[in-house]
């Protein structure tokens, strides 16, 4: 028997919709520009709300498009394929509006609360304490929380470490 395979939790994998701001599934406030996604958008790594995974996020989140992490669609009834094939063709004809092609998939960064939430700094359903200093910009935050290690997994190899 694995000694190490006492310790592992076993709580379940949580969709991404549980780590969400609750004010950002009606509205975009970290959507992504228009700019980036006529150019970058099908590089994007898109996730799901109801979907369990994410790339690693890194210290360039909202500045680089590949490997940097996950963006959220967060319409789920759209196929993100099918709206990106037509809104390739319709950019390849020089239609103008293709961009609007892509507006009904809600696409967005995470917000720096959320990725503090995934990354377990600030733990679901609890009252957080944890507070950003006056006057740190978003891309700051981006940046700190950018290739952090997730809290609870630290957590788990030191009580491991610690068990030896």
């Known amino acids: 028997m694995d000694p190490f395979e006492s310790t592992i939790s076993n709580d379940p994998v949580l969709e991404l919709r549980d780590y969400l701001d609750e004010d950002h599934f009606d509205s975009y406030p970290n959507a992504i520009p228009d700019k980036v996604l006529a150019k970058w958008g099908r590089l994007f790594d898109i996730v799901l709300p109801s979907s369990h995974r994410t790339c690693c996020f890194t ?26 094939d037509k809104f390739l063709q319709a950019q390849s004809e020089n239609d103008e509006q293709a961009i609007e092609i892509l507006r009904p998939l809600g696409l967005r960064y995470f917000s720096a609360t959320e990725l503090l939430r995934i990354f377990n700094f600030t733990p679901l359903h609890t009252e957080s304490t944890f507070a950003w200093p006056v006057g740190v910009s978003t891309k700051s935050k981006y940046r700190l929380i950018g290739n952090s290690v997730n809290v609870k997994v630290v957590q788990e190899l030191i ?5 030896q």
């Open 59 to 84: 210290r360039g989140y909202s500045q680089l498009v590949e490997r940097a992490g996950s963006v959220l669609q967060m319409n789920e009834s759209l196929d993100t394929t099918e709206t990106f």
């Open 159 to 163: 009580t491991y470490l610690f068990k």
